[in-house]
């Protein structure tokens, strides 16, 4: 698909469907109909930085902060496995209070007592980090670009850089990890110029996962009077990445879910996606998981539905790579 009719989707686009079908067939073509589940724990609230549309930010007081212990983290993993859920995505903020080594031994403790594949999704951390989790058998590792705007980026993330973020997924597949990134569509002060940079970036990079998010304000946030990004254009991205990348694994993101609540799974995955992912945080913690406002839970039971109303399958296996 050339500049100008990414352009024209991402613009003036007013008859979606022929884009959709195109991303279905492609994702028909180069992933199948599988729909991979992928159950997240979101194990601590804590972080370091200090990103200007998030409610996890360190400045923010109003939060109410948790982290769960490595064995609440193993003994819920080892729950959503029984479910029949291939891979869990431990997630946190940037919280420096789980060391390399407490980290090595929820991952091998995981690895030791179930068969699922591990995504880890805790940030920026020092590359031996990184290694470290790759040796204890962590397989993948979620790492959001934002936006492939460095003017952007610089804005929103203090003191952290687009470049670094693209060193570090690069290393991450250096070592061996399967690698997952993805923007944030409708950032206040993002162009239609930098949404198709998004769609570059994903392409170029050629991760394992691609996402499309959406923004949503966080009243604690210093965007937080800036109105919710459009999820008709997010899904027109989405279909776009899809068109762009072929055999990533899409999810549905929670934020597309989050604005449209009634059919947000399934118009996803009309529009490329092979991936949702139900949040299995314990309900005393998810409530405060507040990256923005009103996050939704997508239930496995949600899950389950989606697909079967659109006539895919389960997958049964772990979703590993499909560019090997
Ligand atoms: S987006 Fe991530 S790194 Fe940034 S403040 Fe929120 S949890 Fe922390």
């Excluded at 109410?64 to 496995?81: K, L, N, P």
């Excluded at 694994?249 to 449209?260: E, K, L, Q």
């Amino acid at each position: 698909m050339n500049r100008d009719e990414i352009l024209y989707y991402l613009t003036e686009a007013d008859d979606d469907s022929a884009l959709f079908r195109r991303a279905d067939e492609v994702r028909r073509r180069y992933c199948g109909n599988d729909v991979h589940v992928r159950g997240i724990i979101e194990f601590s609230n804590y972080c370091c930085r200090n990103c200007r549309y998030c409610g996890l930010r360190r400045d923010n007081v109003n939060v109410v902060r948790y982290r769960m212990s490595s064995d609440e983290i193993v003994a819920h993993a080892i729950e959503i496995a029984s479910y029949g859920v291939k891979t869990i995505v431990l997630q946190s903020g940037d919280d420096f209070f789980y060391t390399q080594s407490i980290m090595c031994v929820i991952i091998e403790e995981i690895k030791r007592k179930t068969d699922v594949a591990i995504t880890l999704s805790v940030g920026e951390r020092p590359f031996d980090d990184y290694r470290a989790f790759r040796s204890a058998g962590a397989d993948r590792y979620l790492l959001k670009h934002e936006t492939a705007s460095d003017k952007l980026y610089e804005q929103l993330h203090p003191q952290q850089t687009l470049e670094q973020r693209l060193r570090i997924l690069e290393y991450l597949r250096k070592i061996g990890f399967q690698i997952g990134t993805g923007n944030i569509d409708g950032l206040p002060g993002q162009t239609v110029d930098d949404l198709r940079a998004d769609i570059d970036f994903l392409r170029d990079l050629d991760s394992e996962m691609a996402s499309v998010g959406l923004f949503i304000p966080q009243h604690d946030t210093p965007l937080a009077h800036y109105p919710s990004g459009d999820v008709a254009l997010a899904l027109r991205a989405m279909a776009l990445v899809r068109i762009a990348t072929k055999n990533s694994y899409m999810p549905v993101t929670t934020a597309i879910v989050t604005v449209d609540s009634s059919d947000g799974l399934q118009k996803g995955l009309q529009a490329g996606a092979n991936v949702i992912m139900p949040d299995f945080t314990p309900d005393r913690y998810r409530k405060d998981y507040t990256i923005y406002d009103n996050k939704m839970q997508i239930t496995l039971e949600a899950t389950y539905g989606a697909i079967k109303g659109e006539q895919r399958h389960i997958a049964q296996d772990r979703g590993d790579s499909l560019k090997w």
